[in-house]
Nanobody
Framework: QLQLVESGGGLVQPGGSLRLSCTVSGDTSDYHVIGWFRQAPGKEREGVSCISRLGSATHYADSVKGRFTISRDNNKNTVYLQMDSLKPEDTAIYSC??????????????????WGQGTQVTVSA
């Protein structure tokens, strides 16, 4: 069993930055692929980014490529999502999730087994 807790959301002006954190607890005897997802009001959930178990591979949705950076510190059981040049269309609830099946690389299209509660990101002037 894993528990994931997101933090770092908030209100930011267009062009600003935020850093989200996803802290994993529970059975941390192994590392897992972690993905970030978001859901805006009235829209389907969208995969944003993911990072492989040891951090050597990452993937980004086209909508955030070049603006968002995912990283992880396995000593702290934490995955980060640095979000720069934020736009109003980035407004959503951001959630992290763990994929316990994938051993190499990562994909936001895979099935994720454990989810956090989410944190609100609002980009507005």
């Amino acid at each position: 069993q894993l528990q994931l807790v997101e933090s770092g959301g908030g209100l930011v002006q267009p062009g600003g930055s935020l850093r989200l954190s996803c802290t994993v607890s529970g059975d941390t005897s192994d590392y897992h692929v972690i993905g970030w997802f978001r859901q805006a009001p009235g829209k389907e959930r969208e995969g944003v980014s993911c990072i492989s178990r040891l951090g050597s591979a990452t993937h980004y949705a086209d909508s955030v490529k070049g603006r968002f950076t995912i990283s992880r510190d396995n000593n702290k059981n934490t995955v980060y999502l640095q979000m720069d040049s934020l736009k109003p269309e980035d407004t959503a609830i951001y959630s992290c999730a763990a994929d316990t099946r994938t051993r190499y690389f990562c994909s936001i299209a895979n099935k994720y087994d454990y989810w956090g509660q989410g944190t609100q990101v609002t980009v507005s002037a």
